[in-house]
């Protein structure tokens, strides 16, 4: 079985509430940078099957791409994506989207979402609403309702990320660069913010191969041996965490979307992450400009890899379906 990780669906509803108009490419602009793009794939599900289908993929698990607006627009999202499942049996799994900081009305809306409507994760910005860091305190309630509910969380990069004012420029920099930047700082901040030091079943799946950590990791996991608690802190005597650096991103899991199926970047990841911790991803309808034939040529393409078939087929699949629980 394939599925696809990383595969973004709007409500028609919330589509046309965000200024979506059907037939046309819609741009979304925050803080003055380009955020997204609406169009028909992002609420037409029979479109989206097409595509699917002819790309050879069997089960899409649906996000909303930036944890939505409001409370009430993530509720909406939650309902209409059990009423996608139900009308498509077995090509659809969801993942409630969130922003923990909205306060105790969230871990109420994921236990409903998780327990009545059964999403099979939750999904969540790099940085949460009003720019909070994923290793900020104000998420450790979050952080115990998910592992209560033992689901996954998705990381999907912040649509316009705070703290890289000098990457803005006049060209796309924001979509290209600092996405990634975000997510890669977000996964440090997991690790050496002691957010699996602390919730050690925590089951976090980032964007992007973690938008490159492969390339950072030697140089963030050198420095942190090499000067051991003074890392933390000039005057730390102990460092915060129990275990090697390595062994939290060896906890984490990374999806294979962002490179729009290009071969480089799956290789440069699988240089520091293991094929266990990666799972199969599309990004769509963001990424894939001739949508099920590129998709079907990215799958060759990992097939190809140089790795056992079993590892290949956990990444298309396996692990995916582990994560989600989709034998329950």
């Known amino acids: 079985m394939i599925i696809d990780f990383h595969h973004h669906y709007l409500p028609e509803q919330i589509f046309l509430a965000r200024g979506g108009v059907k037939g046309q490419v819609v741009?979304?602009?925050?803080?003055?940078?380009?955020?997204?793009?609406?169009?028909?794939?992002?609420?037409?599900?029979d479109r989206q099957l097409a595509d699917m289908d002819e790309a050879g993929i069997d089960l899409m698990v649906l996000s909303c791409a930036n944890g939505g607006e409001s409370f009430q627009e993530a509720r909406d999202w939650s309902d209409?994506?059990?009423?996608?499942?139900?009308?498509?049996?077995?090509?659809?799994?969801a993942l409630a989207p969130t922003q923990p900081t909205w306060g105790p009305e969230t871990l109420a809306e994921l236990d409903r979402a998780v327990g009545e409507l059964g999403m099979r994760g939750v999904s969540i910005r790099s940085q949460v609403l009003d720019y909070v860091p994923l290793d900020s305190r104000e998420l450790w309630p979050f952080y115990e309702t998910v592992s209560r509910l033992d689901v996954p969380i998705f990381v999907h990069p912040s649509r316009a990320a705070q703290g890289f004012a000098a990457v803005d420029t006049d060209w796309n920099s924001n979509i290209t660069l600092t996405r990634e930047f975000d997510l890669m700082t977000a996964i440090c901040r997991v690790i050496m913010g002691g957010v699996l030091e602390e919730f050690p079943t925590l089951k976090f799946v980032f964007s992007h191969m973690g938008g490159g950590i492969a390339a950072l990791w030697e140089r963030v996991e050198r420095y942190a041996n090499y000067?051991?608690?003074?890392?933390?802190?000039?005057?730390?005597?102990e460092s915060p965490l129990s275990r090697p650096v390595r062994d939290y991103l060896d906890m984490l899991y990374f999806d294979m979307a962002g490179a729009e199926g290009g071969m480089n970047a799956v290789r440069c990841a699988l240089t520091t992450l293991t094929p266990d911790?990666?799972?199969?991803?599309?990004?769509?309808?963001?990424?894939?400009?001739?949508?099920?034939?590129e998709m079907r040529r990215y799958i060759g393409n990992i097939r190809a890899l140089d790795l056992p078939a079993e590892q290949t087929e956990a990444m298309l699949g396996g692990t995916a379906a582990r994560l989600l629980k989709l034998d329950r």
């Open 27 to 45: 741009r979304i602009v925050v803080d003055g940078r380009d955020a997204n793009y609406l169009h028909d794939w992002n609420y037409d599900l």
């Open 80 to 93: 209409g994506a059990a009423r996608a499942i139900k009308a498509y049996p077995g090509r659809f799994v």
């Open 227 to 237: 000067w051991g608690p003074k890392f933390w802190g000039w005057d730390r005597k």
């Open 277 to 293: 911790q990666l799972v199969f991803g599309t990004d769509y309808p963001a990424e894939f400009t001739n949508k099920g034939a």
